[in-house]
Structures are given as structure tokens and as C-alpha cells.
């Protein structure tokens, strides 16, 4: 959601201010593309993790202040929703046990935290949606205390003058009315980043693009909402409707969502914050007072707050970011596709078919970008979501073709070169991408392992829907803590 802010109105005068000074970072951004040196010598990777928060009967625990007051780690901070936290994984290079460096930091610091959190009689599920959520768990009220989520609750609800309509179709259908953005909250999922130079950006970032589809297709874990069985990867359509500050009318004329994929691929990364600036009014236009041009003719680094706040209320499925560490400049692309579990051996798996697979595309010789259009790609995102293991794909000199068949066949090889060209070690590779082929060869993620689960409960206990959730996410929980991949969890 972007940095703190404090409580307060805002004005027209606050508006036009806010536009005129991120037109000015724009054009310091553009000088600092041609003159400025990044920092891209020792590339980093990184994640985030959103997690939820359950009681000892697996139903929303709204209690992340008192929660994070127990972990007293600085590494987790509040998510938008009360039952809600997020981990901040310290960024690490992939080369020479790069991943058993993430596995070893992040698991021991969930265990630590969740006996923590117990103090606050709760306990961190690592899921894409919460099964147990019910509609009276996302009011308002659930909001998280933190001043920053009220703010862009209200400047949502103030563009768009009315109440949200969340309506999901799938297996069964949700039709919703909400008075506030908290149903986002349910979407809970790993952020991925990888740094790289100005003059590659591009290169990765339609990468990433070209695959954002394979990845949720081998990936699902929020097949539930609300009581309903709806996609594979329900977070896809909720984020896009419970963050939508457009009435019914702007949407007719083709305004842009602020969840969205994307309408063309890129030729560098000034073309993503340009678009920024040109097609989304400001949420939040809160100045600085620094002056980024003056910054840059005293040779220092600006760090462009207005232009990269705006970033960070425009929610691309994979979004550019720029940050200054240690007075230097670097450029990373955040992949946001990916759900949170089901188990932290599962999102390293993930994890590194991104990495792996974008390095291998983004330095083809022909690009992949260039055989196959945008829309492509988009459709292919769209049906994933929808279908998940058992989508069809488009590719390339294949044509349309089942998912897991074209990542057995084409994609999985590329990811094992890419980890490869990044010094990822052969063990780490096979283990992890090993999870990846079997999840396609055994046809089990984490969505189809929570609906058949639920089918085995409600079949041969004739438990409710509600009860069988419950029970699911029990299960859930107690493989989740195995760190066993999810293909191999059973289903009774």
C-alpha cells in the first residue's frame, strides 16, 4: 500500500501541486535514465509475504496490532486488513546457496514469529485467500489502524461515489456490495523482486509479462471466498474489483483500472511511470518539499516520493520500482502475481521458476515478446486465474496447449538455464524446479487440494460448506507446518 502517511483531507490546490511535482520527477527520472549511474553490479533478490491471522477455531483473528506488538520483529509490518501481517524477507543474491538462505531466514522467522503471535491467541496461516473469511469479517471496522489504509479507503470511495460490486463467477457465483476496500485484504500473496539496470528493465519486465499466466496455472492457492468456490486463483479477480475507484460510467469509456495488467509491452521503464503520470489521478498528492532537479544539478540522488508514491497506489500485476540505498539508485520489477503458500518450500519452488524463467527470456536472442502479442499474454493470465493447473496456454511456435505440458516440455529447462546464468547450484535447482514438474505431473496445487479436500468432507461427513472449511483449513495448517510441497499432501 505504499509508505505511512498521516490523516488529512486534501483540496484541489493539493491536487494540482501533486501533478506538477511528479511531472517534475518524471523529468528528473528521464535525466537520470541518460546520465545517472545505477546500481546494478551485485544484483539482489528479495521477497514479501502476506500472511493471515487465525483463532483456535481457524476464523479471522483481527488482532495484527497486538500481534506484531508480541513478534516485536521489524521485519513484520501491517497489511491492510486486521487479521492481516506482512513479512519483509532481507534481500540476498541467488548464487551460492542464495535460496537455502531464504528458506533457512524465512522459516525461522515465521516459527518465531507465530509463537509470538500466540499471545495474542493467534496463529500465521500462509494461504492465497483465507477459506474461513466470511463477508462480516471485512467490514470497515477491520481496517487496519494505521492511518495510510483510512486515507486511500476514502479517497477510493470518494472517486468512485458509491459502494463496490464485487461479482465473481466460477464454480459457483459471489454477487457482493461492500462499503469499504477491506475485502482486498483477502488477498494475501508473494511479492518477488529482482533488481536490475536501466537498459534491461524492459527486457524483464515483458518477460515477467509473458509468463505471469504459467505462473498462476502452476501456482493457484485461493480457489475460496467467502463460502464459494470460484477460480483458482479468486485473488486475481477480487484485487482488480476491491481496489476499483471507477463508477460504472468511467469504465464504459476505458479508463484504467488500478489493478491491471498492462495494454503493451514496454521498450524501457520510463514507458511504465510515464503511463503513470498520463493516465492515473493521484490518490494520495502529498508533496515533499525537496526539489528533485536541484537534487540532481548538486550531484546528488533524489528520491522521487511523489513519483514512486503514485507507484505504489497503481497495483500492476508486475510493477517497477525505484528506491535509493545508500545514496545510490536502483531499479527493481516486482512480481505480484504469485499467492502466499502453502508451505514455505512451495513459494521458494515458485519463486525460483520466476527468477530462473524471466533471466532465460529476458536474454534471448529473440526476444519471446516479439513472436507473441500483448493480448496473448493477458488472455493467458486471465484463463490461468480462472482454470489453474488445467488451463490452456498460448505459446509461441506451439500454439495453444495445456499448461503443465508446455512447462514440462519448453518452460522447465528454460528455468533450470536461468538459475543457472544467475550461480544458483545444481541441488538447489533440481530440488525446487522438481517441485514445479511434479506439481504438472501430478495435477495437484494448492487450489485443487483445498476443493477436493472440501469435496472429501462434505461428501463423507455431510458437514456444511462452513464446516468443511473449517476442517480443510486444519488440514491446511497442520501440512503447512511440514514443509512438505503440496503436491504430495494427502487428501484424507
Given amino acids: 500500500m505504499g509508505k505511512d502517511v498521516a490523516a488529512r483531507e486534501f483540496t484541489g490546490e493539493d491536487r494540482r501541486i501533486y501533478r506538477e511535482k511528479v511531472r517534475r520527477c518524471l523529468d528528473a527520472f528521464a535525466r537520470m535514465l541518460r ?21 483456535d477455531d481457524f476464523s479471522p483473528a483481527h488482532v495484527n ?42 522459516r525461522t522467522s515465521l516459527n518465531t514469529a507465530n509463537r509470538s503471535a500466540a499471545d495474542a491467541k493467534a496463529q500465521m496461516v500462509m494461504i492465497g485467500i483465507l477459506p474461513t473469511l466470511m463477508p462480516e469479517h471485512v467490514t470497515a471496522d477491520a481496517i487496519s489502524a494505521n492511518p495510510r489504509y483510512a486515507l486511500l479507503n476514502n479517497q477510493i470511495f470518494a472517486a468512485r461515489g458509491e459502494d463496490l460490486h464485487i461479482e465473481i463467477g466460477g464454480k459457483e457465483r459471489l454477487s457482493l456490495v461492500a462499503d469499504s476496500i477491506t475485502p482486498e485484504g483477502a488477498c494475501t500473496s508473494v511479492q518477488a523482486h529482482v533488481q536490475v539496470g536501466p537498459e534491461a528493465f ?11 499466466g504459467i505462473q498462476l496455472a502452476v501456482g493457484a492457492n485461493s480457489p475460496y471466498l467467502f463460502g464459494k468456490r470460484l477460480w483458482h486463483e479468486t485473488r486475481i479477480p477480487l484485487f482488480v474489483q476491491a481496489t476499483d475507484p471507477r463508477p460504472v460510467e468511467l469504465k464504459a469509456q476505458g479508463m484504467r483500472p488500478r489493478v491491471w495488467f498492462g495494454d503493451s509491452w514496454i521498450t524501457s521503464v520510463f514507458d511504465l511511470f510515464e503511463d503513470n503520470v498520463r493516465y492515473f489521478p493521484a490518490l494520495l498528492p502529498i508533496c515533499e518539499d525537496d526539489d528533485p532537479l536541484a537534487i540532481l544539478d548538486e550531484g546528488k540522488t533524489p528520491n522521487l516520493d511523489e513519483l514512486t508514491l503514485h507507484n505504489g497506489t497503481i497495483y500492476r500485476w508486475n510493477r ?17 502475481v504469485l499467492p502466499a503458500g502453502p508451505t514455505v518450500v512451495d513459494v521458494l519452488a515458485n519463486v525460483a521458476f520466476f ?73 538447489e535447482r533440481e530440488r525446487l524446479l522438481g ?36 476442517e480443510m483449513l486444519r488440514r491446511y495448517c497442520a501440512q503447512m507446518h511440514t514443509n512438505e510441497p503440496v503436491h504430495t499432501w494427502p487428501l484424507t
Fill in 320 to 336: 517497477p520500482i525505484y528506491a535509493v540505498v545508500d545514496g545510490k539508485p536502483h531499479l527493481r520489477v516486482e512480481n505480484r
Fill in 202 to 212: 524492459a527486457s524483464y519486465w515483458n518477460a515477467a509479462q509473458a509468463i505471469a
Fill in 355 to 427: 527468477f530462473g524463467l524471466t533471466r532465460t527470456l529476458a536474454e534471448a536472442e529473440r526476444p519471446i515478446w516479439t513472436q507473441m502479442s500483448f493480448s496473448a499474454a493477458k488472455e493467458n493470465f486471465e484463463i490461468a486465474a480462472r482454470d489453474g493447473i488445467g488451463a490452456m496456454a498460448y505459446w509461441p511456435g506451439v500454439g495453444r496447449v495445456r499448461a503443465t505440458e508446455l512447462v514440462l516440455r519448453l518452460l522447465l529447462p528454460m528455468a533450470h538455464e536461468g538459475l543457472e546464468r544467475w550461480g544458483v547450484d545444481a541441488d
Fill in 435 to 470: 517441485i514445479i514438474e511434479q506439481r504438472c505431473v501430478t495435477g495437484q496445487t494448492g487450489a485443487t487440494w483445498q476443493t477436493a479436500v472440501v469435496d472429501e468432507i462434505e461428501q463423507h461427513s455431510g458437514a456444511d460448506r462452513s464446516s468443511a472449511l473449517s
Fill in 35 to 55: 546520465d545517472a549511474q545505477f546500481d546494478v553490479e551485485r544484483p539482489l533478490t528479495g521477497l514479501e509475504i502476506e500472511l493471515n491471522l487465525v483463532d
Fill in 65 to 106: 496490532a497486538d500481534a506484531l506488538a508480541s513478534i516485536a520483529d521489524p521485519r513484520f509490518q501491517t497489511e491492510l486488513g486486521q487479521f492481516n501481517i506482512e513479512i519483509n524477507v532481507p534481500p540476498r543474491v541467488l548464487a551460492a546457496g542464495g535460496f537455502a538462505g531464504f528458506e533457512d531466514t524465512i
